[in-house]
């Protein structure tokens, strides 16, 4: 079918419109009222955390709205728009219908998603992201900066760059001596990290895959409570699931190095090949830290990579108050480092740090960089694309660079200490309580508790577990509260972690009244059939 000139003068027409200055002025004006209003509503006492819909009706009004506009033919063509001076406050005719229609889907998008910044949403590890640094993100996405070599992306390289060195020397690493990226969450820093190491102890991995002949068994040395992108690691990279070791944990779950010493010395013994130890800081379960000084003793004693997934808690290191629970990061041989946690900032921003500069290019084995650009050697040490598993990715710290700039780095230690506070204020108010148990003492934001009043001890324990699940299942639907729940030692619980630093005690009073009167209305539907919750931890 050939496509006629009116069909192309139609079409480039169309294709103007989209593209047209005036329009995203005008449409600018009106994302910056609702994104405005809906900043102010969020903090109101009544609005709603999760706006709770069914999966299936939130994919049908999904779809229905992408057959809007099925018809081309039907479609206005404004060619005369690129010839009208008419300024973004005087839209007429087509653009004005087109930002009428941008501000009716940006305020569904509002109405049907997640107010992560209501300070009653108290769930996941993922924060109420600091508003400026979605606007610094926004021209990451509205420019589209992207990366892979230093030319296609000079600016988002500079910033990474930056920031890596930045951040390194807070972490303790000795500057000049280190590396890093950054990539699109911890779960590919995690894998990046191990890759690396993995490379380095058997290096015909990379060139043989799965036909490679190993003298010995690779394997890993893992917390116990490590995240579980550790475990689709080990898959990933063809050293398996069956041959992650977990090493024990002491009565606050952290993991303990003399179990670690007897089983590196039984890894050994067993002609087992140690590609890593993998410690947390924190583990996602409670948020336990683990003793990284003494894994890093055993670790450098039996000359053993050391990779820390400090996704949640790595940045401590902004705090003086806080900065013990990572003391001797800085001599891990990999370190995960997520911005779109502790430093808020939006997802997904995660960093991977190497101690050695000399491991940055021992993740993906291509020959040596400058084949880049040949013609431009001493530019290689910038072509970022030779570090990350993504080839062309995304400028994704401008967010944390932007905010970086304007407000200093105290700003990350006052959101550490404030968020860490507030769950101490939890744990002190459960403590005053005679139906809720704190299930640990909070070393930072996480906070994991059960409500047990008599009569739900008196039901068995798979039907305390079914409660749990059911009440923070209301809940979460009633757009109450978000909070999430856990399992620990067969015995689920409910889990927040405050991510909010607006949320205050008496929000965390208002939550137990909540769960209170939820429980209340619940009880009479028990005990009950056993059914299954299946949302993940985060």
């Known amino acids: 079918m050939t496509i006629t000139d009116s069909e192309l003068a139609a079409a480039r027409s169309r294709i103007e419109a989209a593209y047209a200055p005036d329009l995203l002025a005008a449409a600018s004006l009106k994302f910056s009222e609702l994104i405005t209003t809906h900043a102010r509503s969020i903090q109101s006492e009544n609005g709603n955390v999760l706006n709770w819909n069914h999966p299936v009706d939130n994919i049908e009004l999904a779809r229905q709205h992408l057959h809007t506009h099925d018809s081309l033919d039907t479609d206005p063509t404004p060619a005369d728009l690129s010839q009208q001076d008419t300024g973004p406050q005087q839209d007429t005719g087509p653009q004005q219908d087109t930002v009428q229609e941008f501000q009716q889907l940006m305020q569904l998008m509002l109405d049907r998603g997640h107010n992560l910044q209501n300070p009653r949403y108290i769930g996941h590890q993922v924060p109420a992201s600091l508003p400026l640094a979605g606007l610094f993100d926004a021209i990451t996405s509205v420019t589209n900066q992207v990366m892979a070599v230093y030319e296609i992306g000079p600016w988002a390289t500079a910033v990474e760059l930056a920031l890596i060195e930045m951040i390194g020397k807070e972490i303790g690493f000795t500057p000049g001596t280190f590396s890093g990226l950054v990539t699109h969450g911890g779960s590919l820093a995690n894998l990046t990290g191990l890759l690396a190491a993995r490379n380095l102890a058997c290096p015909e991995f990379w060139t043989q895959g799965t036909q490679s002949q190993f003298e010995s068994t690779p394997v890993l040395l893992v917390s116990s409570d490590a995240h579980y992108s550790v475990t689709r690691s080990a898959g990933i990279l063809g050293i398996g699931a069956d041959n992650i070791i977990k090493v024990p944990l002491d009565e606050q779950r952290r993991m303990q190095p003399v179990a670690l010493k007897e089983l590196i010395l039984k890894s050994q013994s067993e002609n087992q090949n140690i590609i890593a130890v993998i410690a ?81 290019f021992s993740a993906f084995q291509q020959q040596a960089p400058y084949l880049f650009d040949p013609s431009a050697p001493e530019i290689a040490e910038y072509d970022l694309g030779l570090r990350t598993i993504e080839c062309t990715k995304r400028a994704n710290s401008y967010a944390l660079w932007g905010i970086w700039s304007l407000f200093g780095k105290g700003l990350f230690a006052d959101l550490v200490d404030i968020t860490f506070e507030t769950a101490q204020i939890f744990y002190s108010l459960l403590l005053q309580t005679t139906d809720f148990k704190p299930l640990h003492k909070p070393e930072c934001n996480i906070v994991v508790f059960r409500y047990q009043p008599a009569w739900v001890q008196a039901l068995p324990l798979e039907q305390q577990n079914l409660f749990h699940f059911q009440l923070r299942r209301q809940l979460i639907e009633s757009g109450e509260f978000y909070i999430v729940h856990s399992v620990l030692d067969g015995q689920a619980a409910f889990r927040i972690t405050v991510m909010n630093p607006l949320t205050t005690k008496a929000h965390l009073e208002r939550l137990l009244e909540t769960i209170r009167h939820k429980a209340s209305t619940l009880q009479h539907a028990f005990p009950v059939t056993q059914q299954t919750d299946h949302c993940e931890q985060t």
């Open 280 to 360: 947390c800081a924190c583990a996602t379960p409670i948020g336990a830290f683990d003793p990284l000084n003494d894994i890093a003793d055993l670790c450098e004693q039996y000359q053993l990579w050391l990779h820390v997934d400090a996704a949640h808690g790595g940045p401590t290191c902004f705090s003086k108050q806080h900065q013990h629970l990572t003391a001797g990061l800085c001599r891990a041989d990999s370190v995960v480092f997520d911005a779109h946690k502790m430093m808020f900032m939006p997802a997904l921003s995660a960093f991977l740090f190497f101690k050695n500069k000399a491991h940055q």
